[in-house]
């Protein structure tokens, strides 16, 4: 980091893309370096505990937040909605379950934007209804089926 910001002005990053992300402390250490970040991508994260993080600090400059290669578990949903309390736009996938998927959203309080891929192995008997009653309740939605399972995009 120390040499990062001996070539970059991290005052300046608004937006972070993190291919690979093996540590909770390692991202926290990078948004506290970069505070005008607020479009955060993350690639690829291997099993991380947010809990204890997420009780600590919150990265209230994140808009945008787009999460791949990460499995969503009852665990770590509170984690992410706690870290980044102001998301209004929300790319993520890989949900196993409608409950968690619908927990995950309704703790982001301010989202206006969601893209969410469900695996078609995944997909539960009722998770489209109860999908669909979450988006009619909030905003306009529209819903896209591929070959990879659904993704569901609120407008």
């Known amino acids: 980091l120390n040499a990062l910001s001996n070539v970059i002005n991290l005052n300046r990053i608004k937006c972070l893309t993190i291919f690979s992300l093996t540590n909770i402390l390692a991202l926290v250490s990078l948004l506290q370096a970069m505070p005008h970040v607020e479009n955060l991508r993350i690639k690829f994260i291997t099993k991380l505990n947010l809990f204890e993080i997420a009780s600590r600090i919150q990265f209230k400059r994140i808009h945008t937040l787009s999460i791949h290669g990460f499995v969503f578990d009852d665990f770590n949903i509170e984690g992410w909605c706690s870290l980044f309390p102001n998301v209004n736009n929300l790319n993520v996938g890989h949900f196993e379950s409608n409950a968690q998927l619908v927990r995950f959203l309704d703790g ?14 995944c997909l539960e008997p009722n998770m489209l209804s109860s999908v669909n009653l979450w988006f009619e309740e909030r905003v306009c939605y529209a819903i896209i089926f591929n070959q990879c399972g659904l993704i569901l995009l609120v407008v």
């Open 108 to 121: 982001f309080e301010h989202l206006s934007y969601a893209s969410i891929e469900i695996k078609s192995s």
